[in-house]
C-alpha cells in the first residue's frame, strides 16, 4: 500500500501568510454568481467503519455546474491531459 499524504494550501483573499492542512479528503469549489461552476476533490481513503481504508492510490473528482465530468487517479489524468509526455 502507498503512504498517500494529501495537504491542502490555502491563503486569504486579500493574501498574506498561507496556512496548509494535512488532511485525507479535500473538496475546492469555485462560484460564479454564487453557483457552483467547478468542484475539484482529492481522496487519500476510502470506505466507511471497519471497511475505512487508505487507498491504493489517490482518487480525484472533477465536477462542473455540479455534474460529474470525470474521476479517476493522478495517472489517468496525465493520460488525458497530454498522453505525448508520458
Known amino acids: 500500500m502507498n503512504n ?3 495537504a491542502t494550501y490555502t491563503q ?3 493574501g498574506g501568510k498561507g496556512k496548509s492542512t494535512e488532511c485525507g479528503y479535500s ?3 469555485a462560484k460564479e454568481n454564487g453557483h457552483d461552476a467547478v468542484q475539484i476533490s482529492i481522496d ?6 471497519q471497511t475505512y481504508k487508505q487507498r ?3 482518487h480525484i473528482e472533477i ?3 455540479g455534474f460529474e465530468m470525470w ?3 493522478p495517472e489517468q489524468l496525465k493520460q488525458l491531459i ?3 509526455k508520458l
Open 56 to 58: 491504493e492510490n489517490l
Open 27 to 29: 473538496l475546492m469549489t
Open 4 to 6: 498517500l499524504q494529501l
Open 44 to 49: 487519500t481513503f476510502e470506505g466507511s467503519g
Open 12 to 14: 486569504g483573499i486579500r
Open 63 to 65: 465536477y462542473f455546474a
Open 82 to 84: 497530454n498522453p505525448a
Open 71 to 73: 474521476k479517476g487517479t
